[in-house]
DNA sequence: CGTCATTAAACAGTATACACTATTGTAAAT
DNA sequence: ATTTACAATAGTGTATACTGTTTAATGACG
């Protein structure tokens, strides 16, 4: 049998769900670029630094890799995740087909309350628009989920909500400064197609929008970056083997 | 200091990644039904029935629950998913969004050697039709994964697999005894015009499909069976609580 | 008999211990 | 000086221990 000491320090594990808080934690600051991709995250570390063990981190990390935004390899430590420029454009492309489904979705099917809700998201942009940039961007992408939200189609929530982040991730690393002044515009003029039923013009300016951020925007631009030159590295060593 | 026991008969963890196997395991065995829906998984029982600790069932079992296979509630033993009807519609409906995805990739694009792979696994379907519901029924799934494959997708191909496998799971639940013999015959013709290029065509039949599949095939027939009595007897225990 | 309270058994949440692997630093050998 | 061997370190994989919560069983009381 095992003799057990007090437990001096330790208070005797109050909350029901430490994981969920961790998650939201680390989530939020890989997307806001608090932790560059590529950055190591050893599950002691990021235990200590949030005070729980490493079960938990465990967890969180597990979750985060299945979303894209954490990679693990077996025995090695997890590291905020750095998608390829083709990742990303997979992502890109996976995104335009769902946002397409929620604008089927939701085509002719808004409720006033819900036409209200858009239209109050779309000023905060307008008035976000000139200054804070981080700000103005967290808007831009929030208009997306909130649509998704509006289908009440459970996977499809959650797929958006995945695909929203990770592309964050991808604009971060190989974006330009800032390019999104067009978004605001074309949200409203989504907004009116929907409400009128306007099906293929709600879906053609969201798919051109994203398309755009795909493409011109972003990612055809010039993709190495500073942080970039350890992922390089690893793809040429590998190719040379 | 706690003092440990000299722990006899353990032995010292040999292989590297235990939690794969069990993943694998119990998501075949809950996708052919050898589970039923809203059989409950506790930690323990499962982890020894594979021989791990809870540990490791407990990592599974968050990633199938992440894949909308199982189900988890604090504190509350998880089970083995048991999707609503509407649950399932939606499913359904991403499904239908993710396959033209994959449609739209692929027309014009597929090589001689991929075009030989499909084509061969058609005709595997039609030797297969007759008899051997399971079999067929399998290679009719897959047929909608191997496609995703050949995108290259990463993500894509991780939608796929998961919609493709809930589907699974909703149709043994909902779905009439038996009504794919249209399938095959189908898949050839997504197959011509993907060669030709013929996108319309191409995503117009698979899309026709799903929908059958989701509406008229499986999901408007009577949605009760034997093994959801117990899920809605809790929903009305719940419900007059 | 049925209903509610009380207790016992399961079970989940979390932390920690130990085995194993990868990495890194360092010194010997070439 | 460069490479190789090996030890020390850091970190993951997994099991177990413990606490708190849910659920089932038991019994008291109406």
Do not use: W
Not at 11 to 40: F, H, M, S
Not at 48 to 56: A, D, K, L, P
Not at 109 to 131: D, I, K, N, P
Not at 189 to 196: S, W
Request: net charge neutral; glycine share 8%.
């Amino acid at each position: 049998m095992t003799i057990q000491k007090p437990l001096p320090t330790k208070r005797p594990t109050r909350a029901g769900n430490l994981a969920d808080g961790v998650y939201q934690a680390l989530r939020r600051a890989i997307i806001e670029q608090a932790l560059a991709p590529g950055t190591k995250l050893p599950e002691d570390s990021v235990g200590e630094s949030f005070g729980v063990s490493r079960t938990v981190v465990r967890s969180v990390l597990g979750r985060l890799t299945v979303e894209g935004l954490v990679s693990q390899q077996p025995n090695k430590r997890a590291t905020v995740a750095s998608p390829s420029i083709s990742e990303g454009r997979g992502v890109f492309q996976v995104r335009r087909g769902l946002e397409r489904t929620v604008i089927e979705t939701l085509a002719g099917r808004l409720t006033s309350a819900q036409t209200e809700t858009l239209r109050a998201h779309v000023t905060a942009e307008e008035r976000a628009q000139g200054r804070d940039g981080p700000e103005s961007i967290r808007l831009a992408g929030e208009f997306h989920t909130l649509l998704a939200d509006m289908t009440g189609n459970e996977l499809l929530i959650r797929y958006v909500a995945e695909v929203t982040s990770r592309c964050s991730l991808i604009l971060a690393l190989y974006g330009r400064p800032h390019s999104s002044e067009c978004a605001v515009n074309e949200h409203q003029m989504i907004i009116d197609a929907l409400v009128r039923g306007d099906e293929a013009t709600a879906v053609s300016i969201m798919d051109e929008q994203l398309m755009a951020v795909a493409t011109r925007g972003l990612l055809d631009l010039k993709p190495v970056r500073e942080r970039d030159l350890k992922d390089l590295l690893s793809d040429y060593r590998a190719a040379a083997k």
